[in-house]
C-alpha cells in the first residue's frame, strides 16, 4: 500500500541523510511480493521513486538489477539489487563475468525482467532437490563484484528457505529446516569462491531466514509448563501443542500450530533487543571458518506486524528471529574493521524500529573504506587498463 511505500522510503531516505554513504548497496527480497503478477507495477513505481527522489538526487550512477520474469519459473528468484553511487565517487568499475573484467560505470540503468542476459551479474537458483518437497519456490542468489578505491569485493544478494510448519521445526534440534538452509548458503558459498573468478572478499546480504531453534527456545520458555498435543481425527498428524501453566488456573502459556506462534507475552523478545535469545540463534556456527558477522545489538528482524499503527509489535505466526542479516567473509571483515575505522563510523542495525516497514524489519551495515585498505590496488589498475 502506498502509506507503507512512504513510511519505508522516509525511514531509507533518512538513514542515508545521517550516513551519508559513497556507495549504497540494497539488496531487496520478494520482489512484487506474495502475488507478484498483480504486484510487479508497483515495484516499477517504487523504482521511479527512489530514482526521482531528492534525497538521492546526489548518487549520479544507478544499477537496478530487478529479477520480476515470474513466468519463467525455473529461473525466478524475485530478487532485486539496487547500487547508488555518489557523485563525489571518482574510482568505482563493476565487474563485467563475461568479459572477465571490469567497467567503468556511466548513468542510471535499471534491468528487469531477463536477468539472464546482462553479463554484469550472476544468477542463480537453487537446485531443483535443494527444494523442501521439490517444490519450487522463488530462492536464490544474485552476485556483484566491484572496484572501488583500490578494493574489490563481491555483493551477494541471498534469499533463503523458510520455516514451512512451526511444529515441524518444534520436533528436532536443529531442525529439518535448518538442515535445508545450511545445504543451500553452503552452496552459496562454493559457488561464488570457486575456480572461474578471482577470491576476493565478499558481503552475503538479504533474507537467510535463520531462525531460533525452536525446541530449544520451547523449552526455555515454557520449562514449568505441561504441554498438551492436539491431533487431527482423520491422520493423526500433531495439529496443536498447547502448553499451559500448571497452576494458575492452567493458563495458557504458549500455542503452536503450523503457523501460530502464540507466546503469552511478546515484549520478551524485544527487552534488551531479544539478547537473551541470540544464544538460541546457532545457525551460522557451522560457516565460522567462512562467515563473519558484527555484533547484533537490534531486536529479532522478523515477523513484524503489517499493521501500520503496530510499529514494534510482532505477528503471532513464527518465533521472531533474526533473518535479516549482513555477514561478510574474513577478507571483507578485515576492510570494515580497519585499525582507522573509528566505532562511530560502524553501524551494524535496524531501520523503522518504531514503525511499520512490513513483516521485515531492514538491516544495515555502514562502514567506511579506508583508501589503500585493499591488498588488490596493483591488480585493480592491471585489469582495468
Given amino acids: 500500500p502506498d502509506n507503507l511505500q512512504k513510511t519505508w522510503l522516509r525511514e531509507f531516505y533518512q538513514t542515508v541523510q545521517s550516513h551519508k554513504p559513497h556507495f549504497i548497496a540494497v539488496h531487496c527480497q520478494e520482489v512484487g511480493g506474495k502475488n507478484y503478477e498483480a504486484s510487479m507495477s508497483h515495484v516499477d513505481c517504487f523504482v521511479k521513486e527512489l530514482l526521482s527522489s531528492d534525497a538521492m538526487k546526489e548518487y549520479n550512477r544507478v544499477r537496478v538489477y530487478l529479477d520480476e520474469n515470474y513466468k519463467s519459473q525455473e529461473h525466478f528468484t524475485a530478487l532485486g539489487s539496487c547500487y547508488f553511487l555518489h557523485e563525489s565517487l571518482k574510482n568505482i568499475q563493476q565487474f563485467d563475468f563475461k568479459a572477465k573484467k571490469f567497467k567503468k560505470l556511466v548513468g542510471k540503468e535499471i534491468y528487469s525482467d531477463t536477468l539472464e542476459s546482462t553479463p554484469m551479474l550472476e544468477k542463480e537458483k537453487f537446485p531443483q532437490d535443494y527444494f523442501p518437497e521439490c517444490k519450487w519456490s522463488r530462492k536464490g542468489f544474485i552476485r556483484t563484484r566491484w572496484a572501488l578505491a583500490d578494493c574489490v569485493f563481491d555483493l551477494v544478494n541471498i534469499h533463503l528457505f523458510h520455516d514451512a510448519s512451526n511444529i ?180 551494524y542495525d535496524n531501520i523503522g524500529p518504531n514503525v511499520c516497514m512490513g513483516d521485515h524489519k531492514p538491516v544495515y551495515l555502514s562502514f567506511r573504506l579506508t583508501p589503500g585498505a585493499g591488498k588488490w590496488c596493483q591488480r585493480v589498475e592491471k585489469i582495468s587498463v
Fill in 168 to 347: 515441524l521445526a518444534w520436533e528436532k534440534s536443529p531442525s529439518v529446516y535448518s538442515g535445508t538452509r545450511q545445504k543451500a548458503l553452503g552452496f552459496v558459498l562454493d559457488r561464488i569462491t570457486d575456480q572461474r573468478f578471482e577470491k576476493v572478499p565478499y558481503f552475503v546480504f538479504g533474507d537467510f531466514n535463520f531462525r531460533l531453534d525452536t525446541r530449544q527456545v520451547v523449552e526455555s520458555l515454557c520449562s514449568t509448563a505441561t504441554m498438551q498435543t492436539v491431533r487431527l481425527g482423520d491422520t493423526n498428524e500433531v495439529d496443536k501443542l498447547i502448553f499451559r501453566e500448571s497452576e494458575n488456573d492452567r493458563k495458557v502459556v504458549l500455542q503452536l500450530e503450523k503457523k501460530l506462534f502464540n507466546y503469552i507475552n511478546q515484549d520478551v523478545f524485544r527487552e534488551n533487543n531479544g539478547t537473551l535469545f541470540l544464544q538460541f540463534d546457532s545457525e551460522l556456527s557451522c560457516f565460522k571458518e567462512r562467515l563473519h558477522e558484527l555484533e547484533i545489538a537490534f531486536p529479532p528482524s522478523y515477523p513484524y506486524s503489517e499493521d501500520s499503527s503496530q510499529g514494534k509489535q510482532y505477528m503471532n505466526t513464527r518465533c521472531p528471529a533474526w533473518c535479516d542479516r549482513v555477514l561478510m567473509s574474513a577478507t571483507a571483515k578485515d576492510l570494515v574493521l580497519k585499525p582507522e575505522n573509528e566505532e562511530k563510523n560502524l553501524v
